[in-house]
């Protein structure tokens, strides 16, 4: 049987994860997921405008959301922005969880792997919902700032960059990034500095083992 | 490809003067704090000149080639489309798919030119390895188009969801593969450079 590289191994496992968990996610679990991040937006939006004159998140009947940000704006008459965000915008915040779970469980498995699959899936709901956060807030400044937007090319061009980035490259690249970082392994090994690590490791637990060995035989000697 | 490193390619960096700990050690020159800094901040500028009006000229010429490459596979390989600027249609007009902004790869190239750019490595290597990664990523993004193309003809849903979701992470992950396959090649041969990026 041919011995492939372990890019290749890494690549054909995380794929063939990819595709079974996104497939769960589109299929099973999209809607209590955007309903559950619709509730947590909510609660991270009360903390953070204590005194909003509306209701900060409201489903539509046909699934989007209606969006109230508090603003202090130039117009004294306008407390607050409100718009319609079509439902791909949250779901878009909520694919990060399929994605990082099939990095990890694609990765080298540790003796923790539940311990990194639940800070994964936590460390990147909190960013993604973060992220949305950013980008509700972002999207209704451009509002906001839309009649100026046709006369000004640098802040259009600016809320475009800042809305892309916000909407499409965080949420996407977000999962990938917190999988590497829980899982240092994964890194090393897609580094190809697997085998001088476990080298590495293999003297550190020589070395403590005999140093163990000696504080063991210590009390024998004395 | 054994994605290992021989241990006399890996001496010069095990010496590496200023490497802290086991990890450093066995990665040389690699700061995780500086390919981070480097990384985010190529990524910034990158997606900012993306948006520049004489880079989206640039960009949406771009995907019309794509959209002609993808019409002579599907053509080449027996298949019916018709291609309409950066568009290509069933025959009969009933479906048709587009290829937008952020659809062309340009994103992910993007995002291996910020990685490839932070890492440490000679401009020469550099170049290399961005050459060969848009060319995979590029490729890699023909397959996606077309596959959408015939998706789309079969459901719209499975089309919403290949198109937005699924090809997207793929995408990404490829890219991602392609850089660390590219690393491992600079470790193997020797040419992580001292100089910082």
């Given at each position: 049987m041919p011995r492939h590289s372990p890019h290749v191994n890494?690549?054909?496992?995380?794929?063939?994860?990819?595709?079974?968990?996104?497939?769960?996610?589109?299929?099973i679990l999209l809607d209590?997921?955007?309903?559950?991040?619709?509730?947590?937006?909510?609660?991270?939006?009360?903390?953070?405008?204590e005194r909003a004159s509306c209701e900060l998140v409201r489903e539509t009947a046909a699934g989007n959301w209606d969006v109230c940000v508090p603003i202090d704006g130039v117009h004294a008459s306008r407390k607050s922005i409100e718009f319609e965000l079509a439902r791909s915008g949250p779901i878009a915040f909520t694919f990060g969880l399929p994605v990082c779970l099939a990095m990890l469980l694609a990765a080298p498995q540790s003796r923790r792997a539940w311990r990194t699959l639940v800070t994964g899936t936590s460390v990147t709901a909190l960013l993604e919902t973060l992220l949305l956060s950013l980008f509700l807030v972002t999207y209704a400044h451009a509002v906001e700032a839309q009649p100026d937007l046709a006369r000004n090319a640098a802040k259009k061009w600016f809320f475009d960059v800042a809305q892309y980035l916000e909407l499409n490259v965080g949420p996407a690249l977000a999962p990938f990034l917190v999988a590497v970082w829980l899982n240092r392994d994964l890194l090393w090994h897609a580094l190809g500095r697997?085998?001088?690590?476990?080298?590495e490791r293999d003297k550190r637990g020589t070395s403590s083992k005999r140093r163990r060995r000696i504080a063991v035989a210590k009390p024998d000697t004395v | 490809?054994?994605?290992?490193?021989?241990?006399?390619?890996?001496?010069?960096?095990?010496?590496?003067?200023?490497?802290?700990?086991?990890?450093?050690?066995?990665?040389?020159?690699?700061?995780?704090?500086?390919?981070?800094?480097?990384?985010?901040?190529?990524l910034l500028i990158g997606f900012a000149l993306l948006f520049t009006p004489w880079i989206q000229v640039v960009d949406a010429a771009f995907s019309r080639v794509l959209v002609r490459?993808?019409?002579?596979?599907?053509?080449?390989?027996?298949?019916?489309?018709?291609?309409?600027?950066?568009?290509?249609?069933?025959?009969?007009?009933?479906f048709g798919v587009e290829m937008q902004d952020g659809c062309n790869g340009i994103n992910v190239t993007i995002l291996l030119f910020s990685a490839i750019l932070a890492f440490p490595a000679s401009w020469k290597v550099r170049m290399a390895g961005l050459l060969a990664g848009t060319l995979i990523i590029q490729g890699l993004n023909i397959v996606r188009f077309v596959s959408l193309f015939y998706i789309g003809q079969y459901s719209m849903s499975w089309f919403d969801f290949a198109h937005g979701y699924?090809?997207?992470?793929?995408?990404?992950?490829?890219?991602?593969?392609?850089?660390?396959?590219w690393v491992n090649w600079v470790f193997r041969s020797g040419a992580a450079s001292n100089a910082t990026p």
């Open positions: 890494f690549l054909v496992r995380a794929s063939a994860a990819l595709i079974l968990l996104s497939a769960v996610w589109w299929f209590p997921l955007v309903s559950g991040l619709r509730e947590i937006t909510k609660f991270v939006g009360n903390l953070v405008f697997g085998e001088m690590i476990e080298r | 490809m054994d994605g290992t490193a021989k241990s006399s390619r890996g001496r010069d960096h095990a010496d590496a003067p200023g490497a802290k700990g086991s990890v450093a050690r066995a990665t040389g020159n690699f700061r995780p704090t500086r390919f981070l800094l480097v990384f985010f901040l190529s490459v993808s019409h002579a596979v599907i053509v080449g390989c027996g298949g019916h489309a018709v291609m309409q600027g950066a568009a290509l249609r069933t025959p009969g007009g009933a699924l090809w997207e992470s793929l995408l990404i992950l490829d890219t991602l593969v392609v850089f660390w396959v």
